[in-house]
């Protein structure tokens, strides 16, 4: 079964850190995954990727507090977040580009529920 599934968001101070993770299934041929946030109201905008290369790519607004890890072969990523503020503040979503195993025609990209990350100031 296809599914894209986010954990590790939480209530923390500005100034703390979070790990959010993020595991894919039923997926295959990954070429990227990345972490995008969204608040009500607002676009969904780009956190960070990696790509199955390992190359990463950071908004402005996050590169050297945040930080993207992980295996796409193992189909798993990490979002180290650190030096947190309260702009931060937004429900997080992973996304996956790759093929669905049960019917792999083309590559599109999939998107988990969401995982909510509030910083206090």
């Known amino acids: 079964q296809l599914q894209v599934a986010e954990s590790g968001g939480g209530l923390v101070q500005a100034g703390g850190s979070l790990r959010l993770s993020c595991v894919a299934s039923g997926i295959v041929n990954i070429s990227v995954m990345g972490w995008y946030r969204q608040d009500p109201g607002n676009r969904r905008d780009f956190v960070a990727s990696i790509t199955s290369g390992g190359s990463t790519f950071y908004a402005d607004s996050v590169r050297g507090r945040f930080t993207i890890s992980g295996d796409i072969a193992m189909n798993t990523v990490y979002l180290q977040m650190n030096s947190l503020k309260p702009e931060d503040t937004a429900r997080y979503y992973c996304?996956?580009?790759?093929?669905?195993?049960?019917?792999?025609?083309?590559?599109?990209?999939?998107w988990g529920q969401g995982t909510q990350v509030t910083v206090s100031s």
């Open positions: 996304k996956v580009n790759g093929l669905d195993e049960r019917i792999p025609l083309e590559t599109k990209g999939y």
